[in-house]
C-alpha cells in the first residue's frame, strides 16, 4: 500500500511538472506572440484593460466570443495613427526602425440604470515592432489627441557555439 501511495505521489508532481510547463510556454508564448493574431480590442472596466485573449471571461465578454472580434475601420485607425506619429518620442522610434503593426481600441462600456449599455472608444493602443529585437506599445489618448504612455520591450539574444 506504501509503494502504491509513492508511485501515486510522484506521479501527480511529474504530471503537475509537465503542466506548469504546458503554462508558461503558453504564457511567454503569448507575451511576446504579435498581439495582431488574437486581439483586436482592448476594454476598460474599473481601470483594468482586459484583452480578448488573456481569459476566459474577457474572451467572452469583452470582443471575443460568440460574436467575434470589433471590427476597426480605416478612419479610425488613421486617426489614431495621425495622433501617434505626430509624437516627437514615437518620432524618434520611428527613425530608430520601428513600423506600426497594429492599432487597439480601448473599449469603455456603460452600463446606465435602465440596462442600456453605450460603448466608446476613447483610447487606443499602437503597436510598433523593430525586427524581432523590439516592440512599443503606445497610449493614445481620442479625447485629447495626444500619447500618454510608450513602453519599450527589447529583447537581447546571444547565440554562442
Known amino acids: 500500500?506504501?509503494?502504491?501511495?509513492?508511485?501515486?505521489?510522484?506521479?501527480?508532481?511529474?504530471?503537475?511538472?509537465?503542466?506548469?510547463?504546458?503554462?508558461?510556454?503558453?504564457?511567454?508564448?503569448?507575451?511576446?506572440?504579435?498581439?495582431?493574431?488574437?486581439?483586436?480590442?482592448?476594454?476598460?472596466?474599473?481601470?483594468q484593460y482586459y484583452a480578448g485573449r488573456h481569459t476566459f471571461f474577457a474572451r467572452q465578454a469583452f470582443g471575443y466570443g460568440h460574436a467575434g472580434a470589433v471590427a476597426v475601420s480605416q478612419e479610425f485607425r488613421d486617426d489614431v495613427v495621425?495622433?501617434?506619429?505626430?509624437?516627437?518620442?514615437?518620432?524618434?522610434?520611428?527613425?530608430?526602425?520601428?513600423?506600426?503593426?497594429?492599432?487597439?481600441?480601448?473599449?469603455?462600456?456603460?452600463v446606465e440604470a435602465d440596462g442600456t449599455v453605450t460603448m466608446k472608444a476613447t483610447s487606443a493602443i499602437v503597436v510598433l515592432r523593430q525586427n524581432t529585437t523590439g516592440r512599443a506599445s503606445v497610449w493614445v489618448n481620442l479625447e485629447e489627441g495626444k500619447v500618454t504612455r510608450i513602453v519599450i520591450l527589447t529583447r537581447t539574444v546571444i547565440e554562442k557555439p
Open 82 to 110: 495621425n495622433i501617434t506619429e505626430s509624437d516627437p518620442d514615437v518620432q524618434k522610434l520611428l527613425a530608430d526602425g520601428y513600423n506600426i503593426t497594429g492599432v487597439r481600441p480601448i473599449v469603455n462600456a456603460t
Open 1 to 47: 500500500m506504501e509503494r502504491k501511495i509513492k508511485i501515486l505521489m510522484i506521479s501527480t508532481v511529474v504530471v503537475l511538472a509537465a503542466l506548469s510547463g504546458i503554462a508558461v510556454m503558453a504564457y511567454a508564448n503569448g507575451v511576446t506572440n504579435d498581439m495582431g493574431t488574437a486581439a483586436n480590442v482592448m476594454c476598460n472596466c474599473d481601470g
